[in-house]
C-alpha cells in the first residue's frame, strides 16, 4: 500500500556539504555562520541586519521575545486558542497568563472582535498567530493595539516565505517570530528568529539569548568569547548554533522553489476540492501565502481521517485548542473553536509530494464523500 506523508522536510547535497564544511572547521556554536544568516534572513526581509535576530528554536523566539517585553506576573496576552501549544507555553514561561481567544471561521485567525471584549487593564500584549502561514485580517488587530497601548507579538511560526498583499510577511510590523524547525517553510533543522525595528528591544534580544551577558553577540560573531562581562537581565541559552545555521542558509537560497512547489500544491488540492460537498476550503490567498500546512473543514471528520489513514496518507490536526487543555484551562468555553476542532483536517503538504501521491489523496476524499 502507498504511504503519503503529511509533512517532510527536502534536503539536498547543498545542506549535507555544508553542515560537514561547518564540521571540519570545528567551530560548532554561535559563529559566522550565524551571522550569515542573520544577514541573509535580515536581507530577504529588506531590513537592516540589526533587526533579525536567530535563536534556537521558534517557542524560544516567543519565549524570549515576551521576557524582553518585560512580562510576568499579573500580565495578560491575548492568544487564538486554535495553535501550537508552543504560543500558550512561551506566555506562562514568563508567569504571565494566557488568554484564550476565538478566531474568525474562514481564515482560523484572531477574531478582533473577541480580542477587543477580553482587554482588562492587565492586558499587555496581543499574539496574533498565522494558521497555516496566512496572516490575512491583522490589520484590525495592530488598530486595537495602537488604540489600547499593547504589543504585538506576531506568531509567525509557519509563514516564512509568505507575503501579505505585496508584503513579505516580517518586513512589517511590532515583534515577529519566525521557526525553522524541521517541517517548516525552512529548517535549521532546528532554529527560529526575532524581527522587530524596535532597536532597544532588539538589543535586549540579542543579550538575552546569550544568558543575558552584555555584548556577547558581538564577540561571538567576531570569533571571540567574552571573559570581563556584566550581567543585568534575564537570559536564555536560545543563540543559534553555526550548525543550524549552515542548514538554514541553504535552504534560505531554496526558498522560490519551495514556495512555488508549496503554492502549487494548495492550488491543485484547492481546484479539486472546491466543488465537493463534505469539504469547506479555507478563504486563503494561495498565491500570497507559502502554506505550511494545507487545511480544510471537513463534515464527519473522524471517519474520514481514519478512512485517509487506512489507505496510508497521513493526516493531521491543527490543533486541539489550548483552553481545552488541563494546564490552560479556565472552565470557559469557546464554542466557536470548538465547532472548528471538531472539523480541522491537514492533507499531505511538502516539498517531495509528488503528483501521484496527491491524486491519490484527493481521490481518496471523493470516494469518501460519494
Ligand atoms: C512550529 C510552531 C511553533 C514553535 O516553533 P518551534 O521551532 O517548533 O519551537 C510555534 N507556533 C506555531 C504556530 C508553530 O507552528
Redesign the pocket.
Known amino acids: 500500500m502507498k504511504k503519503v506523508r503529511l509533512s517532510k522536510c527536502s534536503i539536498s547535497e547543498q545542506e549535507k556539504h555544508a553542515v560537514l564544511d561547518v564540521l571540519d572547521k570545528e567551530y560548532l556554536g554561535m559563529g559566522s555562520e550565524t551571522m550569515a544568516f542573520e544577514e541573509e534572513i535580515a536581507a530577504y526581509l529588506e531590513l537592516p541586519a540589526s533587526h533579525v535576530a536567530s535563536v534556537n528554536?521558534?517557542?524560544s523566539a516567543?519565549h524570549i521575545a515576551i521576557s524582553c517585553l518585560g512580562l510576568g506576573e499579573g500580565d495578560e496576552v491575548l492568544v487564538p486558542s486554535l495553535?501550537?501549544v508552543?504560543?500558550f507555553q512561551a506566555i506562562t514561561a514568563v508567569g504571565a497568563t494566557p488568554v484564550a481567544c476565538e478566531v474568525l471561521p474562514d481564515t482560523l485567525f484572531l477574531d478582533p472582535s473577541d480580542v477587543e471584549r477580553k482587554i482588562t487593564k492587565k492586558t499587555k500584549a496581543i499574539m496574533p498567530?498565522h494558521y497555516a502561514s496566512s496572516s490575512k485580517g491583522i490589520e484590525p488587530i495592530y488598530s486595537i493595539a495602537s488604540k489600547y497601548n499593547l504589543r504585538v507579538v506576531e506568531?509567525a511560526?509557519?509563514s516564512f516565505g509568505s507575503f501579505r498583499g505585496n508584503t513579505k510577511v516580517g518586513s512589517v510590523g511590532d515583534i515577529i517570530c519566525f521557526?525553522f524547525?524541521g517541517i517548516?517553510n525552512i529548517t535549521c533543522g532546528?532554529g527560529?528568529a526575532v524581527v522587530s525595528s524596535d532597536d532597544a528591544f532588539m538589543s535586549k534580544i540579542r543579550d538575552a539569548r546569550l544568558l543575558g551577558v552584555q555584548k556577547d553577540t558581538d564577540k561571538r560573531f567576531s570569533g571571540q568569547r567574552s571573559w570581563d562581562f556584566d550581567v543585568e537581565e534575564q537570559g536564555f541559552r536560545y543563540h543559534l548554533s553555526n550548525i543550524n545555521a549552515a542548514i538554514g542558509r541553504v535552504q534560505l537560497r531554496r526558498l522560490d522553489e519551495f514556495r512555488e512547489k508549496r503554492q502549487n500544491i494548495a492550488a491543485v488540492y484547492s481546484k479539486s476540492l472546491s466543488g465537493l460537498n463534505g469539504i469547506k476550503l479555507l478563504s486563503f490567498s494561495y498565491h500570497e501565502i507559502m502554506p505550511h500546512i494545507f487545511v480544510v473543514l471537513a463534515d464527519d471528520r473522524d471517519r474520514l481521517r481514519e478512512y485517509l489513514l487506512k489507505n496510508g496518507v497521513e493526516v493531521g490536526i491543527h490543533y486541539k485548542p489550548n483552553h481545552m487543555l488541563s494546564k490552560f484551562s479556565t472552565g470557559e468555553s469557546l464554542p466557536v473553536t470548538e465547532g472548528i476542532y471538531s472539523k480541522v483536517l491537514t492533507l499531505p503538504c511538502h516539498i517531495d509530494l509528488t503528483n501521484d501521491e496527491q491524486e491519490y489523496v484527493m481521490q481518496l476524499i471523493g470516494d469518501f464523500y460519494e
Request: proline share 0%; hydrophobic share 25%.
Open positions: 528554536t521558534g517557542t516567543l495553535t501550537y508552543a504560543s498567530v506568531d511560526a509557519q521557526s524547525d517548516k532546528e527560529g
